[in-house]
């Protein structure tokens, strides 16, 4: 039993936080959601590091790394609120490389990896990066769709700083099934996203409230604010619990990766919402600006619960999952 | 205890209703500010034409002395009929009754009709950056200069400010008496070189706020309201001035919204799932009993001349309800409620602003608490 | 446009609050539960008081007061926790005062007004009094049954002081039935004693936090505590809002009680449960004490949701009560 | 990463699991709280006599030298197979450690083999009526007569001591010292006409807690531990000491009541209803998470030696989880939910505790806040 990471996954880490905090401050972000255009330097700069593959066989150009060093990636990629198509590139490629046949992985992910194709994931009506991309992996349900080339409608969200489309079902419905593991990937990589929305908008808050002053004090001494920080704190460890719990599934426990994703959305789900919009509050009137820039962690975060199917259904199905289980006689 | 309307309250409402149906509005301007902006000022112009502009104002001012129910009641149908609300709503509700207040006859003479009509834009310059919900510490200064007064500093949250001719300015005339004495309370002129409007972009996109910098601008003896420092006390008027009203027309706006959630939930076929039933019951118990408990507040005020314990929760009932409401339609309707320049993907971020402004729900529970339970003063 | 008690309605509230106080301590409510039985002292004094017939009219012996002044009196049964039958007794006149035929007036209303007679209230499950009731007035969906002298269980329940049984199905079906106004003075009944409750206990909680010091200060002084007691306030003057407001329908606009009771229903069951269980928080360790009283009102909150069906079922009722009207085109 | 058990570990609750199912634990008893104790103590003793009773201590005091996940182990199985919690578990948790810590070898050698038998029950005596969360203004006072220490004061919140031969007292020897100087720490004998146990009836009608006066009891310079004036220090060892095992007892107890919940509404055909089943879910993740989190935590003391912040959040967690999973079976069940003697009504009732012993959820959060994300002291 050891709930940690490795130093090697912790050097990862340390070096995603550094360098998305050098070249992808959140002034970055707001210039690319204001020219609605992805950061390309830091892109080419992420595709080199070989991130989108970071959780791909080595067979087909991956770093040949599971499913912990994908999560751990993502979560920078979130605290950072990046504006790059990394979420649906390693999602993607994660999903192809588990769930696909090897006609697929050989047609799919060395351009991926190498940053030559462009993949979308998520719902037919919300998929990222879905415009334009080269292969799409949809979540349909409970289960996963590959289709290639999809037709597209660009679809300009609340969160600017990415890039979505509308699928054509047309499109979908033509596409090859790819199993619920696949969506079970891609789920746990929005989760992971999620946690790092959700430690940034933690640590922004906890900086300003611990330096404003009103009546004389920090308002972080006032109670109803360090109450609200502890309670983010609670929503993002539990986000993290239940996102590394399905990124440790994912190599080590296949058959339990299922339940184990759906937790991980549920969690973010509600986490992605509650934590970034206590951001805004404790931040104040400063926090409802523009230029404070806590705002894009909201938007990603409302985002990316729609992008997970929103928390109650994934309620349901563990409950019902659950119930079933104990039906069964297992404990 | 009667909660149906008086006989004169319903012919007051058959007379505004038949006048808003007559006088439908146009449809309301996406994305361009100042159209939204003209539309606004157009549709005010209207009203004031007719005599609607300000009810609550007596009838020699162009009001129609409107009792508090007729004034909810202005609100309500304003809502109701998709009308804007007026441009010039600062003047209407908190600049006019001011200077009825404790202006001069020659201040009343010269403001009163440019507010009716739209022809003055009206801003509130209370807030600074340092002083968020504490205004005896505000340090904007008016200095005495050669028969003028010469003010330098910065206000905030100044909403309407880039369409305003005139600000009420709160500013420090006696920087050497206690906090909230030495201050003054002043009618900026604000087309003036020395005031600098800088739009401040809220996360919506759009700029509803300004910042407002100020460096020497020049104000007459002609334009302080209520006497050189006496501005504690008129800025007491200002903010315990109606706004019961405006309760009214939010409340009214959260269930078109929460109707209009109703109707798309209905249209997808989503009321037959049990869990969406629930949460949609939820919010509409909400708006009902916000509504319900508004009125409540308006009989208490009515009836003993001021708020009751009820009149206190409302703001914060509302914000808290219409951020639930905006949310649960990006559950509901998902991609079509996170669109860009949609009107619910606005909505959703708007409505974060709601427990901000006009007193955080920190604040307004501190109030509560304190004032309305009697609780300590919390640390 | 006046939504406020007459200046008699006010008075018939302060002569019920001073009645109950000085009959009616927690000490008595206490002893009541310890010993399983109502305070027959009491009863029999609201009983000379005419508070059973309160909207029951003259004609049968009650008072020939409306939905107003049986709220008023029952929310003050509420704030004084009180262990006397008059809960059901005074919702099940006024349901049959307003519901019944002429037959059944004649045969319950007299007798139930002088004390003679026994009612029961409540699901069939859950009847609050509903053991060796002379009559019973059955919630069963959104309808009511009248039950004379129902076969029953006693059950007893978490609110000692207070008798609950669940009656036979059998009796049940062979019941009357009432129409849905008479679940609706019901519901709406018990949703004033909800109202009451929570006003004792927001008061209880407002002078603990006052004068109780902890770290030299009073814990009133502690944001969260201060916040808490503002929330329960909301609670209870949302519930009041939704109560007052069902008791002006019953009299003045009978075709929108429906609503009206099942808003208050909602309201009530959710104050039901929070105001009281805030309260107890509050006190803390105090408050998890048998002495200290306040768990009376969790107890008896905690039943009356029961009481109303829970808050669910009335939300997603009203939710598709107000989506027909949209679709009916009524504004 | 690794989230499944060593092989070592594996074999520990193997041999653990055969030894439950050979000594499946009696019915639960309901009502009589002696018989409840005795029900309790008796389970100690067959587990104290195999050597599982406290799996944390070292072997050579009658435990098995347990890692901490090994102990968690042993606190998940005791849960998982109904089998009661020690009725000496204050002892097993906190004086025996206390004692190895700080105690001479006579101290050793008296207490440690009675603990760990149930021979001697164990109480603690540190939170008085006037000191809830803040433990350096205590205010008993223990007076030097005659060659023995005489004490005099009150205590509160002290569980089990009804059935406590011994009780880990924390009072004042020098009151003119600063606050947290001057404290020692006694063993004091409960058996002496000057210590008066009053139970404290709690809102579930039982007394698990009660209200200690203490009136010139008598304890010898044999009974101090950690040498006088040191009380501060061998109390928060006591603090301090290894309680996560009974967060994982915790743990599977809101488990195994959620299961038992899943169970009567899947029984009932109450999943079918989506808000239903949505809410029932809700839990699980909550479960689910606070589980997870737990072994987070674990990892974390057992890799870096003290906890992370996880670690603060469990107990909150639980809390919170176990009273919206108690209101939650009131919702689905119904009346029998309620019913008196029921054990869902009990637990309904007793969740109200939660928030409350071991620390407030206020103080948890202040704790959070403070300790862990570095805020300021909060007022």
Redesign the interface.
């Known amino acids: ?6 130093e090697e ?1 912790r050097e990862i880490k340390r070096v995603a936080r550094e360098l998305l905090a050098a070249r992808s401050p959140l002034s970055r972000v707001r210039e690319a959601a204001e020219t609605g255009a992805y950061d390309q330097a830091l892109w080419r700069e992420i595709v080199g590091l070989g991130w989108g593959g970071i959780a791909v066989s080595q067979a087909w150009g991956g770093q040949g790394l599971g499913g ?1 060093e994908l999560v751990v990636v993502l979560e920078e990629l979130g605290f950072a609120c990046a504006a790059a198509p990394l979420l649906s590139t390693a999602a993607a490629a994660a999903a192809i490389d588990a769930c696909g046949s090897d006609a697929q992985r050989e047609r799919w992910l060395p351009g991926l990896v190498a940053g030559d194709l462009r993949a979308g994931v998520g ?1 037919a ?2 998929a990222l990066d879905g415009h334009g991309a080269d292969v799409a992996v949809v979540l349909d349900g409970e289960g996963a769709v590959l289709v290639a080339a999809p037709e597209s409608e660009p ?6 700083a990415r890039r ?1 489309a ?1 699928l054509a079902r047309s499109s979908v419905a033509g596409g090859e099934p790819l199993g619920a593991g696949a969506a079970d990937l891609i789920r746990m990589s929005i989760a992971a996203e999620v946690v790092g929305l959700c430690q940034r908008a ?1 640590e922004m808050t ?1 900086a300003y ?2 330096e404003r002053r ?2 004389g ?2 308002v ?8 609200r ?3 983010m ?2 929503q993002t ?2 986000a993290r ?2 996102a ?2 399905a ?3 994912a190599g ?2 296949p058959t339990r990766l299922g339940e184990a994703s759906a ?1 991980a959305a ?2 973010a789900a509600t986490a992605a ?1 509650e934590v970034p ?1 206590s951001a ?2 404790a931040h ?2 400063i ?5 404070a820039d806590v ?1 894009w962690l ?2 990603r975060g ?2 990316d ?2 992008l997970l199917g ?3 259904a ?7 999952a ?2 079933a289980r ?2 069964g006689g297992s ?1 | 205890m009667d909660l149906t309307f008086s006989e004169s309250e319903l012919a007051f409402r058959d007379d505004l209703r038949a006048w808003f149906r007559a006088h439908a509005p146009a449809p309301e301007p996406q994305g361009d500010e100042l159209a939204h902006f003209c539309w606004r000022r157009d549709y005010q112009r209207l009203l004031a034409r007719d005599g609607w502009a300000a009810v609550h104002w007596p009838a020699r001012y162009g009001g129609r002395g409107a009792t508090l129910t007729e004034s909810a009641i202005f609100f309500v149908e304003l809502g109701r009929h998709g009308a804007p609300m007026m441009a010039n709503v600062l003047g209407l509700l908190l600049a006019g009754p001011t200077i009825m207040s404790w202006g001069t006859d020659a201040q009343k003479e010269r403001h009163l009709g440019p507010i009716l009509t739209a022809e003055e834009i009206w801003c509130q310059g209370f807030s600074e950056p340092d002083a968020g919900s504490d205004l005896a510490s505000l340090k904007t200064r008016a200095r005495r200069e050669r028969g003028h007064w010469v003010v330098t500093g910065q206000k905030v949250w100044t909403s309407g400010a880039q369409h305003s001719k005139w600000c009420m300015l709160l500013a420090r005339t006696d920087p050497d008496a206690p906090r909230h004495k030495g201050l003054t309370y002043f009618l900026m002129d604000m087309e003036q070189d020395a005031v600098d409007v800088r739009p401040l972009r809220q996360i919506t996109g759009s700029s509803e706020f300004n910042e407002l910098f100020i460096d020497g601008a020049v104000i007459s003896d002609e334009q302080v309201l209520g006497g050189v420092g006496n501005g504690w006390g008129v800025a007491l008027t200002t903010l315990m001035n109606e706004r019961a009203g405006l309760a009214f027309f939010l409340q009214v706006r959260l269930r078109q919204l929460l109707d209009r959630l109703l109707r798309e939930a209905a249209d997808r076929g989503l009321l037959a799932d049990q869990a969406v039933a629930e949460r949609l019951g939820e919010l509409h118990v909400r708006a009902e009993v916000l509504r319900l408990t508004a009125y409540r507040g308006l009989t208490t005020v009515q009836k003993y001349g001021q708020p009751g314990p009820e009149g206190s929760l409302t703001k914060w009932m509302w914000s808290d309800a219409n951020q639930r409401l905006t949310q649960l339609a990006a559950d509901l309707l998902g991609p079509q409620a996170l669109a860009a320049g949609g009107s619910w993907g606005y909505e959703l971020l708007r409505a974060r602003g709601n427990s901000i402004e006009g007193g955080t729900t920190e604040v307004l529970k501190n109030i509560v608490a304190e004032r309305v339970l009697g609780l300590p003063k919390s640390r």
């Open positions: 039993m050891d709930f940690d990471l490795t996954q912990i719902p009506a919300l679809l300009e969200t609340i969160d600017p979505f509308a933690l906890v409230v611990g009103q009546f004090v920090p972080g001494s006032f109670q109803a604010v360090a109450h920080c502890a309670e704190l609670l460890e539990s619990s239940a590394y719990h990124a440790w599934a080590a426990e937790l549920a969690a919402r919009a805004i509050q104040g009137g926090g409802f600006t523009w230029e705002h909201y938007k409302e985002v619960r729609a929103g928390a109650g994934h309620h349901a199905r563990l409950a019902r659950a119930a104990l039906a404990p």
